[in-house]
DNA sequence: AGGACCATTTTGGTCCTACCAAATTGGTCG
DNA sequence: CGACCAATTTGGTAGGACCAAAATGGTCCT
């Protein structure tokens, strides 16, 4: 479906990031890309593009070298958990960690020099997340504007950038992961209890237990969750909720390569074989 | 000196930044910019791109939409720092607050469940800092040392990536306030002397309070050090250098565009006039 | 031999042209 | 007034030609 440039760009920073490269490894010309993957020039060219402003690739006149994963973009994040059938649990980890990290800097921020307004608006999505009775599903939907809303409120535009970016990275995997996450709700509106006293009271140091909680919660609730999917094993996105088998002219599942077009490396044995 | 489309992107990027253009206006067609700015569709396509990667405009067949700022890459603050000629002192402390935050959570990481040849690696640094008669620049050199041990060493690569691609972008205004800094030693060394403390004996409870409070300690460093540089009002980067005027055959500083091409708008009166 | 130097080849960078597909636009008809 | 449809605008793709910088491999001097 996508454009070819956009698989191209996929593939060579999936191989890149799954260490087929070394860093400082030469990567193929842009001519030779473009004859492999049956594609046109600038289609190569875009992709290289890509790769560069992604920071894993360092493209010059001369030839385009891997660059170390540690100077990439933040972007990344995004390819390395959508490149394992079953996200990796501990990038994961890590992922939410930071989050809460910001997320409590931002609470911080905002009882320490936010206005009042602010802080009501924030109090008003706590309240509403613990008074409703939600589905997990609403649950899980109120939650994350309660932490847009801290985000937000609190004025720092380089925290809402991060939290934005890892967010849209990572939301698929929780979409994915979602199903298995079975999260203490009495142990959480426990906390939001106390987080709505402290920024009613503009009590910081509360402030930071409660979000240090709330990692060591998600924690908790996020382990097995995976461990869930991974026994579970089933390919995350679509192969859940179809049911239907549709028409027989239907194509491969998309999320794959289309087989007319060979935009993957000439007979690459599928590492996944239908079983 | 570079590109035509990479100068076109930051001309762009900038006039969206500053507010020129609201959130959700269409941008002018790639044809007309091309026009505008005297280059090839070609190099407006590239600048295009980058703008679409960069977060800051949407771009789509029909027409290219400005996205909102919140919803932009990480990869902006480098412009919006660069486009004032005194750094935003707010902007500045935001970014300092989010890499202490970082930098605390991968010490406290460390501490926590990192290897005692790791936790050594650090000490070493953080003695290294304390122990020898440094001058301010190499002090500087080896404080920025340290963090990227305990960045490197938590194992956090969200972290790590975060913590590059902020630096990277801030490193060049760190370096045009660095000369009006004057950084309390005396009481750097002491905290840097509880850090080693703490990470010797595994203690985080400490180690997150010695973060807060180089938090606060750079804060206060840094408010001065910008105001002096505001008083100053030089621009940062190379005239404070340049003392050797050179040969007369030379161009235009460079930072700004050539002016045998128009790559700016037509007749767009410089805003801040030669005093 | 060993190292410095230089021409050739390779490689990415730029430009141009033409054409395609999707979105927008503006008119037209019910 | 609203739904629908065609013409236009807009971004997307393709292919080719040429340029400049880097890498390469040979040559010459020491």
Redesign the interface.
Known sequence: MSAKHSQLAGTLTDEILSGRYQAGDRLPSERELAVRFNVNRGAVR?AM??LS?LGVADVQPGGARVAP?????????GHMLASTQVPDAQ?LG??F??VE??LS?AAE?LVERGRATDIEAVRARVLQLLDSRLDSEAHAAARIEMMRTIM?TSG???????A???FKQFAPTLEAVKPYVQLDVEQFNRLARRLDGALATRDRRTVREVFDDFSELHNRTLTPAIEAAVRQSVRPSESITRQNPGPSSRRSPGANVDPSDNLAPRSRDTEVAAS
Do not use: F, K, P, T
């Open positions: 875009e593009s890509r402003q994963i540690n100077e990439a973009s933040l972007d990344i994040i990038l890590q992922i960690q930071v990290r910001l800097m921020a937000i720092n535009l380089v925290c809402q950038l991060i934005h970016g890892l």
